[in-house]
């Protein structure tokens, strides 16, 4: 296969969530929406659900199953149905819930040139080029973190202003030079039905999304909920998100993960760019390459 068989790309940003270019590593999920002013990243993990641990069995639920069984055995349907709506349908499933969003305002305006935005499936990487600027996207699965490396042409002209935001419950703040977003899920979420705490005034999940710059020739500063590089050849973008959770049939921890985070961000910014992207596209290539499908050209196409 050739590498256009492997790439996609667009002419213009995404206008919304559908067209916007995903990345993952299976337990961190990142939309990349390629918009030249300001960037905008939707995050979700994979513990992030409304709820917490609770028993579905009111004093019968097998009983009714075994029930709800006999009558599909005698292909009784209708009856079927009928009884397991009105007896096994009491509960339903918490609603998944989105992370944040992580938004990137470019410094001054952007260079002159052609636009373009990309993901190229054999490596697992997303890139926006916007003039002087390339920025590329990808989540890590050996080091548990989104990446962002972003390269301008001319020396010294790479800068954005980046900050956190969430649907959820939140609090934002700085530590350490690191901007951070602490986020608690609902007890109850399930369509437009949102309870935020129990009668007890307990949350659900709670969980904190960590960002850490790294400028290559410029500065880096923190102030009112934001980081903000400048000046720099290039800059790296680190992103770790940990929750509570620990399981399905236990209470969360009941702390907000911030050493996770930070041990994630820590690991991540001493292996730096190069060997990221190297371990990343190492890691995903081992399934990727796996098998291929190719449909040959033919005259009767």
Known sequence: MTNGQHLLFYRNPARCWEEALPLGNGRIGAMVYGRADEELIELNEDTLWGGRPRSFDG????????????????RRFAEADEFISSHMLHYDSE???????LKLRFAG??????????????????????????????????????????TATVPG????????????????????????????????ARGDEITETDAEGR??????????????GGTVAAGAGALTAS??????????????????????AGA???????????????????????????EHQLYYRRSSLEL??????
């Open 203 to 216: 949350g659900g999940i709670r969980f904190e999304i960590r960002a850490r710059l790294l400028a290559e």
């Open 59 to 74: 004093g019968g639920y097998f009983e009714q199953l075994g029930e709800a069984r006999r009558l599909l055995r005698e």
């Open 109 to 150: 305006p952007l260079p002159d040139g052609e636009y373009r935005r990309e993901l190229e499936l054999s490596k697992a990487v997303a890139a926006t080029r916007t003039g002087g600027l390339l920025c590329e996207w990808f989540v890590s699965a050996p080091h548990q973190v989104l990446v962002m490396r972003c």
């Open 296 to 301: 040959p050209e033919d005259a009767a196409d």
């Open 157 to 188: 002209t790479a800068g954005f202003a980046l900050s956190l935001d969430s649907p959820l419950r939140h609090t934002v703040g700085i530590e350490a030079g690191d901007l951070f977003l602490n986020g608690v899920c609902p007890v109850h």
């Open 231 to 252: 000046g720099a050849d290039s800059i790296l973008l680190l992103v770790a998100i940990r929750s509570d959770f620990r399981g399905w049939n236990r209470e969360p």
């Open 95 to 101: 609603g998944y819930l989105p992370a944040g969003r």
């Open 256 to 282: 907000f993960p911030a050493e996770a985070c930070r041990a994630d961000l820590d690991r991540a910014a001493a292996a730096g760019s190069d060997a990221l992207r190297s371990a990343h596209i190492e």
